[in-house]
């Protein structure tokens, strides 16, 4: 079991790495306050056992799988759930499942009587490389991603590898889009990819990364906990991933994917990503695009897609799109251009 301390202005959290998590952790976190468990169907149906093993005696909502439940709706059932089961300040969420549970969970927890406990434990190779640590939450409003969230960090993150091996190949290529992101911020990373882009489906090589991807968010999020400057490098490729995702409906990670495909050649042609480094990085992306499954996107619709990065959180008022890219081994920047320029590249990088 490896351990790895996060420390910021408003919490000191603590994010367990290993197979023996639960059994370890879990009894002890449960122990002095009423708890309550956020799960979604597809994770309940699966871990029947392991539910009733750990939560015999706890309040549970189930949430119907998908990003589309991940709304105000839902987050009032969650809420009203609480209330309903008597839920003190003193009390404590368990949020089980992946990127989606999380983000919901993790707000009804932020909410409800202005905060309680919160312990994040991550079911999908997505959630426990990436959205499980460092504290976003958030709902969709508008047909706009986590546009109505709140910062508030978990008191622990519980890391169970042995989740994975339950995971379908299209939530496998889904966490790969966010390991291929620590790959553009992490020299480190960078480098184990490269090396190995043909172990890309490889469980036990990818379970191998995820300390790594964790460490590195851990440090930045330490650095930047609300998102004012170095926090923003983990955006690479979110700006037109996200609106790749909402326009297309692919999963995040393989949106996020595409954004970095796209959004690298844009800053290769904007002269602020080195063109070796910057092709090499598109090798690795497109050999994680090439993973099954492998649906093939009809681009020809990227202008209207692209409007959908207007929404964007990271935009500000002069109406330039803000996106995070790579720059160089291990080290990023941002590219700001005006809508129309951006759209113009948009078209242009789909071609090439």
């Not at 995971?167 to 190995?196: M, S, T």
């Not at 959004?263 to 050999?287: D, H, M, Q, R």
Request: hydrophobic share 40%.
């Amino acid at each position: 079991m490896e351990l790895i301390n996060l420390k910021t202005p408003s919490m000191e959290g603590k994010i367990y790495i290993g197979a023996d998590v639960i059994q370890t952790r879990l009894p002890a976190l449960m122990k002095g306050q009423t708890n309550f468990v956020v799960t979604d169907s597809n994770v309940y149906v699966l871990y029947a056992a392991w539910f009733e093993k750990y939560f015999s005696d706890t309040e549970i909502f189930v949430l119907e799988a998908g990003e589309e439940n991940k709304n105000f709706a839902s987050l009032q059932a969650i809420l009203e759930k609480m209330a309903g089961a008597g839920l003190r300040r003193t009390s404590r969420l368990f949020a089980v499942g992946g990127g989606v549970v999380g983000d919901i969970g993790g707000l009804a927890a932020a909410l409800y009587m202005r905060g309680i406990s919160c312990v994040q434990i991550p079911t999908t190779l997505l959630s426990q490389v990436d959205s499980s640590v460092g504290g976003k939450t958030a709902v969709d409003l508008g047909g706009v991603k986590n546009i109505v969230g709140a910062f508030y960090q978990p008191c622990e993150v519980l890391v169970d590898p042995t989740f994975l091996q339950t995971l379908p190949q299209r939530e496998i290529k889904c966490g790969v889009g966010e390991i291929v992101k620590y790959a553009a911020l992490n020299a480190e990373i960078f480098d184990l990819l490269k090396e190995n882009t043909d172990k890309l489906s490889d469980l036990a090589f990818l379970t191998k990364l995820i300390t790594a991807c964790i460490q590195h968010k851990a440090n930045v999020v330490a650095m930047d906990e609300k998102e004012t400057g170095e926090r923003r490098s983990l955006n690479v490729g979110h700006t037109t991933g996200h609106a790749i995702e909402l326009f297309y409906g692919l999963s995040h990670g393989e949106s996020v994917l595409y954004g970095m495909s796209l959004e690298t050649k844009l800053a290769i042609e904007s002269g602020v990503c080195e063109k070796e480094y910057g092709e090499n990085l598109l090798a690795i992306v497109a050999a994680a695009l090439a993973l099954e499954p492998n649906a093939k996107t009809d681009f020809s619709s990227i202008v209207q897609a692209s409007e959908k990065a207007r929404l964007d959180k990271k935009n500000t008022d002069d109406g330039e799109i803000k996106m995070s890219v790579a720059k160089s081994k291990g080290a990023w920047t941002t590219l700001s251009l005006p809508f129309a320029n951006y759209q113009a590249a948009l078209i242009k990088a789909v071609k090439n």
